[in-house]
């Protein structure tokens, strides 16, 4: 379409009209003209035509009757009318005859007319018209005929008519413009209201169209114009505005569809970069934004290399661009591996991604499409991935168990870690073979079960299964994991060499059940049997008997012997005891000494089960009662025993419980004897058991109290005394020693005890010392294992003796003889640092112990005192009074002093005092009085 051309209507139209105007104007003028002159000259020449043919005829009559008269009155009609210049009538030689101005008669015709030479008069036979510069010559030729002389003779005359034309044609020209101008001015009327009326229909509808072209150019496609009529105009504003609001429509469409393409890809979570083929970026999105670090309307225009700045993020060189490639290529093209991406504030990002190129419909290339995303997080954890593999890696090879990667179908995919005796076949022949080809089917099967259990459940299973591999035949401990792998499911298998454990565990389970120095079941075991025992007897109304069994003063062979000693001793005992039982019966260690026999089967009765558990306890008596050889030493056992019958209303942990009662009871009542458990052997265990939960208390509220017994010399002075506790029963009142002192020991409160004596009486003690009487010596305490063995004893006693300023002379430490033949060495050196602080050492209830002369010279002990058992019966026992006599002789020999115990009567007094011995303790003298008391009598007794 050829291009419209537009021009400034205000300027061109008025213009244009006023041109066209005037060339119409002129155009009408100049025909008008033209006419006006054609017609003046027509008229004229037609006049001039009809004057000459009409006045031909009168001139010819009066030349015939030659009346000149009648010419001149002729051709001065003629002169008058229309304003004929020159009206003559000339000879054939053209000599003026006539003339409407008598001037030219006779003169020459070129000179009046001069134009009339253009004529040839010979040629002039009709009339004839000429048209000259300055006006119109007409000829006409007059023949006429004379008679004269009777001839006739012919003459001819020529009419010359001249009309000056100019001033015709000047009067018609100023006739034309005078119109022409009358026209203009009407024309200019016209023209003027048709300029109005135009500027009215087309000026300003075009003034208004174009305002509102503008402002439709300017955006503004809701304005609105308002027409009136439905001439063009209207219809070109209607026009305009369906076109307005199609171009409206069209931008919100294009508005939302480019909102749309925003949100999109702003949602995109991958950054979106979008350039130019000059590589100027045209868009980019949120996430493009948020990496690069420019905005969309920062971005745009600018080289995407300054937008899009990517290094090699090992070299840290800068990386080829994919924009410039896409370019180049015109294909698809990734991201190198390891690509930083450099944001505007210098922050770096690993990327990851592509590039493709815009095509037209074309296929030609408009830009390039940039999508990339962070991939920082993804990248560091690659790394640390990776090094996690390398680590995996090291520390599988350097997995001490073997582990296998097996396939669904048993094939040994990989074999990580273990060494390589732990396997069947070296690793190669391993590798892609079936562990059915390579393992036996009693280990292969179990192995392909769990493996597929595994599988099937996906939860790790455990097997134990044992091989014969290099190392010998191990034990190994199969824990599984299942493992997803592209090429189908496997199995971790991890093969642990448990053979220790095992062998570990078959030691523990026999040490769980058996005593390892006997061989006989042990405590554990035998609960358990019992359990079994008991359920049979309650099911088959049977009865059987639980036999508890101490070996009497055991302690005695373990400390004066030793360990090996007692060890060897148990072993023979438990032999004994195992080829005396019938084998459905159990004989068990219990612990230490102890040893119990379950028999079971002995019948309905009860008489006669409790008859059989009997006789079954005077054969074991009967059995131990050999002496038993211990590498050169013989050695009685006597057993004491506790017998229960079951089934009763007790468990198997009561009924133990009852036979240890029942046992108890018998070594109470003189060892070496077997004695039934009754109810009343109950209530006494249980009262035991009450004391010494109130000695605890006892102990904690302070009921315990300080007795002291005066120790006499010959002449009955107190030269010293021994503390003697007692407890302060807040129901039953005053507790005796024996009846607390051993389940004090038992239960391990006897150290407390002690301790709680020892401080109390040195603090008290050193408050009487200014009331002594120079005749008291010291003060004697038992003491006791448990707490001359106590780590810090000693440090504990010089704490209270200093607390307290108290002599360590004052005082004199009691100890038994169990104490000396125990820990020998230990009781030496604490007996040692005790005398170096000035303490005095007596050995209490001598002679009822197993006493070594050999400790007795060695050990730095002052005094014996004599057991109140030997003095009993003195004078009249000999035995006793022999063993009285020869204690006092050997003290003597041993430098030591003696004491007797228990003196209650002047003829024991006397005896003792006939053997030598020197000092005395005993009711003869006082019995135990509280401490207070005592040292009132003592300053009383003073000399
Ligand atoms: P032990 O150390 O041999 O004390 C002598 C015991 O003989 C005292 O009995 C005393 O009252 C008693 N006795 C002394 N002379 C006669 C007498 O002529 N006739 C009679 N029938 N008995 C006499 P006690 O006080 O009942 O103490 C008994 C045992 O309790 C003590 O024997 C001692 O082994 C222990 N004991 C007493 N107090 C303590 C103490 O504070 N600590 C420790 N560890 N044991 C103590
Ligand atoms: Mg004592
Ligand atoms: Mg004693």
Request: include cysteine; hydrophobic fraction near 40%.
């Amino acid at each position: 379409m050829k291009p419209l051309s537009s021009a400034r209507l205000k300027t061109w139209l008025p213009l244009f009209f006023s041109i066209s105007f005037l060339l119409i104007i002129c155009m009408i003028l100049a025909l008008e003209l033209v006419q006006g002159l054609n017609h003046y000259h027509e008229h004229a020449q037609h006049k001039m035509e009809q004057l000459s043919i009409q006045n031909a005829l009168p001139i010819r009559r009066a030349l015939e009757n030659q009346q000149p008269k009648d010419i001149q009155v002729i051709i001065g009609s003629l002169s008058l009318q229309d304003e004929l210049d020159a009206i003559v009538l000339t000879d054939e030689k053209r000599q003026i005859l006539f003339s409407n101005r008598y001037a030219w008669r006779g003169k020459p015709l070129q000179q009046i007319i001069p134009e009339s030479r253009q004529i040839e008069a010979s040629q002039v036979k009709k009339f004839q018209l000429l048209d000259t510069p300055t006006g119109l010559l007409s000829i006409q030729p007059i023949e006429y005929s004379l008679s004269s002389n009777g001839l006739r003779k012919t003459k001819q005359v020529r009419l010359w008519i001249y009309l000056n034309t100019q001033r015709g044609r000047s009067a018609i020209i100023r006739q034309s413009v005078n119109n022409a101008l009358w026209g203009l001015l009407f024309g200019s009327f016209i023209l003027a209201g048709m300029g109005w009326v135009l500027y009215r229909q087309i000026g300003i509808p075009l003034i208004q169209l174009t305002a509102f072209s503008h402002r439709l150019a300017g955006g503004d496609y809701h304005a609105r114009l308002s027409v009136n009529g439905n001439g063009e105009v209207a219809q070109l504003v209607d026009g305009l505005h369906q076109m307005a609001a199609n171009v409206n429509q069209a931008i919100e469409e294009l508005k939302s569809s480019e909102q749309r393409l925003s949100i999109t890809l702003d949602s995109i979570g991958d950054a979106v970069m979008v350039t130019d083929t000059l590589g100027l970026v045209i868009r980019l999105n949120v996430e493009a934004s948020k990496l690069t670090g420019w905005s969309q309307e920062e971005a745009q225009g600018r080289p995407v290399i300054e937008i899009f700045r990517i290094i090699n993020a090992e070299t840290r060189e800068p990386a080829e661009h994919p924009v410039g490639r896409v370019l180049r290529e015109g294909q698809v093209v990734g991201l190198a591996n390891h690509t930083t991406l450099i944001s505007k504030s210098g922050q770096e990002y690993q990327i990851a991604d592509s590039a493709a190129p815009i095509q037209g419909e074309g296929g030609e290339t408009l830009g390039v499409i940039m999508v990339f995303q962070d991939v920082t997080e993804r990248y560091l954890m690659q790394s640390e991935l990776s090094d996690t593999l390398n680590r995996l890696q090291a520390l599988t090879n350097s997995l001490p168990d073997p582990c296998f990667v097996l396939s669904d179908q048993g094939v040994y995919l990989d074999i990580l870690g273990g060494p390589e005796e732990l396997l069947a076949k070296n690793r190669e022949q391993l590798l892609g073979r079936k562990l059915t080809e390579i393992l036996p089917p009693e280990s292969a099967n179990p192995i392909m079960e769990t493996l597929q259990k595994t599988l099937t459940t996906g939860q790790p299973q455990r097997l134990e299964y044992s091989l014969q591999v290099p190392a010998g035949k191990i034990h190994f401990e199969g824990n599984t994991t299942k493992l997803n792998r592209e090429d189908g499911a496997a199995v971790i298998w991890q093969a642990r060499d448990i053979t220790r454990r095992k062998r570990a565990e078959e030691d523990i389970n026999r040490l769980a059940k058996y005593d390892t120095l006997t061989g006989l079941p042990n405590r554990r075991q035998l609960e358990h049997r019992l359990e079994q025992a008991l359920a049979r007897c309650q099911r088959n109304d049977n009865h059987g008997a639980l036999l508890f069994i101490d070996l009497d003063h055991f302690k005695n062979v373990n400390d004066s012997l030793g360990h090996l000693h007692g060890d060897q001793l148990l072993i023979r005992i438990a032999d004994r005891f195992r080829k005396l039982i019938r084998t459905e019966d159990i004989a068990a260690r219990f612990g230490g000494d102890e040893f119990v026999l379950l028999l079971e089967d002995l019948g309905q009765d009860l008489v006669v089960a409790s008859q059989h558990a009997e006789s079954v306890a005077v054969k074991l008596r009967d059995a131990c009662a050999t002496p038993i050889d211990l590498t050169g030493h013989r050695v009685e056992v006597e057993l004491s025993i506790g017998i229960v019958l079951f089934p009763d209303d007790a468990n198997s942990e009561e009924l133990i419980k009852r036979a240890d009662i029942a046992m108890y009871r018998a070594k109470e009542t003189g060892r070496n004897r077997a004695c039934f458990f009754s109810k009343e052997l109950q209530h006494i265990a249980e009262e035991r058991l009450d004391i010494q939960r109130a000695l605890r208390h006892a102990l904690q509220e302070d009921e315990l109290r300080l007795f002291v017994q005066p120790q006499v010399n010959v002449q009955g002075q107190w030269i010293g005394g021994e503390v003697l506790v007692r407890w302060q029963h807040p129901e039953r009142g005053l507790i005796q020693p024996n009846a607390f002192i051993p389940i004090a020991e038992e239960c391990g409160l006897i150290s407390s005890l002690d301790s709680w004596v020892f401080s109390h009486a040195i603090n008290k003690l050193a408050k009487q010392n200014a009331i002594l009487p120079e005749s008291f010596s010291r003060l004697s305490l038992n003491l006791t294992e448990p707490l001359m063995m106590r780590n810090g004893f000693i440090e504990e006693l010089k704490s209270w003796l200093s607390q307290a300023v108290l002599e360590p002379r004052q005082l004199e430490f009691e100890i038994t003889e169990r104490v000396l033949v125990g820990d020998h060495a230990q009781a030496a050196a604490v007996i040692d640092d005790l005398r170096d602080l000035g303490i005095r050492f007596s050995v209490d209830d001598f002679g009822t112990g197993c006493s070594s002369l050999r400790y007795l010279q060695r050990l730095p002990l002052d005094a014996l005192k004599i057991d109140k058992s030997f003095v009993d019966r003195l004078p009249g026992h000999t035995g006793d009074a022999s063993i009285v006599e020869t204690i006092i002789d050997m003290a003597g020999h041993l430098s030591l002093e003696v004491i007797a115990e228990g003196v209650e009567t002047k003829l024991q007094l006397d005896f003792l005092i006939a053997r030598g011995c020197k000092q005395f303790q005993g009711y003869l003298f006082a019995r135990p009085m509280p401490w207070d008391e005592f040292f009132e009598k003592i300053t009383k007794n003073a000399p």
